[in-house]
C-alpha cells in the first residue's frame, strides 16, 4: 500500500496502489500525499499532474479499518490530502477506472479536470458511514454538479455510472475501455505545451481568489509570454514559454 509516482515529458503521474483493498486510502497514504505534491510543485519539470489507480480502480476510498482505529484522525489527513490537490498550482487530472467512492470521488473531486473510462462508478458515501462530509469538500462537490445532484449524492452514497457523471459536470470526458491512458496522454501534451502563466492565473480564478488581479498582470508583462504566444502564432510555429510555476 502506498503511492507510486513518476515524471515524464513533463507530466508528474501518481498513482494509488492498494489493491488487497481497491485502491483504499491508508490513514499512512493521506499522510503522504500533501508532501509528494509538495515536491511534485516544486519541481520545475513538472508541468502537469494525473492522479490515478493502479490497475482497474481509481480508489474505493478510504481503509475502513482504519476509520475503527482512529476516525478523526483518518477524517482530518484525508481533508488535508484533499485541500493539497485542490491547491497544487498546476494543472491536475484524475484518470479513472473502476470504483471513484468515497474517499476516492473527494480526491478526483480535487483535481481540475476528471477523464473516465466506461464503466467506472462513482459515489460519495459518507451517509452509509454516519460520517459528516466536511464543509469544504460538501461546497466543492456543489460547485461540479449543482446542489440538487450534490444531495442526491450525499443523502443516498448510491453509486452512479460514467455516463450520469458525464450528464452532471461530475466527470469531463468518458472514453472506452482501453482508451482512457492514450486520452489522458494526449491531453496532457497538449497542457505541458500550454503557457503556464496562463493556467496558474486561471486556476486560481476559476476556484474563486479575487485579490489577485495585479499581481497576475505583473506577471504577465514581465514574463514575456505573450510576446512569445503572438510572435508563434504569426510565425505559424510552437510557442516556447519560459514562465514557470
Keep these: 500500500m502506498e503511492l507510486l509516482h513518476s ?15 481497491r485502491n483504499a486510502m491508508t490513514v499512512g497514504m493521506w499522510r503522504a500525499l500533501p508532501p509528494l505534491l509538495d515536491d511534485l510543485a516544486a519541481d520545475p519539470a513538472v508541468r502537469a499532474l494525473v492522479l490515478t489507480g493502479e490497475g482497474d480502480t481509481f480508489c474505493a476510498g ?57 464503466g467506472a462508478l462513482f ?23 449543482g446542489p440538487g445532484t450534490a444531495k442526491y449524492l450525499l443523502f443516498s452514497g448510491e453509486l452512479i455510472d460514467a455516463e450520469r457523471a458525464l450528464r452532471t ?40 481568489r479575487t485579490d489577485r488581479d495585479a499581481h497576475w498582470a505583473e506577471q504577465a508583462r514581465g514574463s514575456g509570454d505573450t510576446a512569445e504566444g503572438v510572435a508563434a502564432f504569426l510565425e505559424r510555429r510552437a510557442p516556447r514559454f519560459t514562465w514557470s510555476v
Design 123 to 145: 459515489g460519495v458515501t459518507p451517509a452509509k458511514l454516519g460520517i459528516v462530509y466536511p464543509a469544504s469538500s460538501t461546497r466543492r462537490l456543489v460547485s461540479l454538479v
Design 62 to 118: 478510504a481503509d475502513i479499518s482504519t476509520l475503527r482505529e482512529s476516525p478523526d484522525e483518518a477524517q482530518a489527513l484525508a481533508g488535508l490530502a484533499e485541500e493539497a490537490l485542490a491547491a497544487f498550482p498546476k494543472p491536475s487530472l484524475a484518470a479513472v477506472r473502476g470504483y471513484c467512492v468515497g474517499g476516492g470521488s473527494q480526491l478526483a473531486a480535487a483535481c481540475d479536470l476528471r477523464f473516465a473510462e466506461e
Design 7 to 21: 515524471v515524464t515529458d513533463g507530466v508528474a503521474t501518481v498513482a494509488i496502489h492498494h489493491p488487497a483493498k
Design 169 to 208: 459536470g461530475l466527470v469531463d470526458e468518458v472514453l472506452p475501455v482501453g482508451e482512457l491512458g492514450k486520452r489522458v496522454g494526449e491531453f496532457t501534451r497538449v497542457l505541458v505545451s500550454r503557457s503556464q502563466l496562463t493556467q496558474a492565473a486561471a486556476k486560481e480564478f476559476a476556484n474563486g
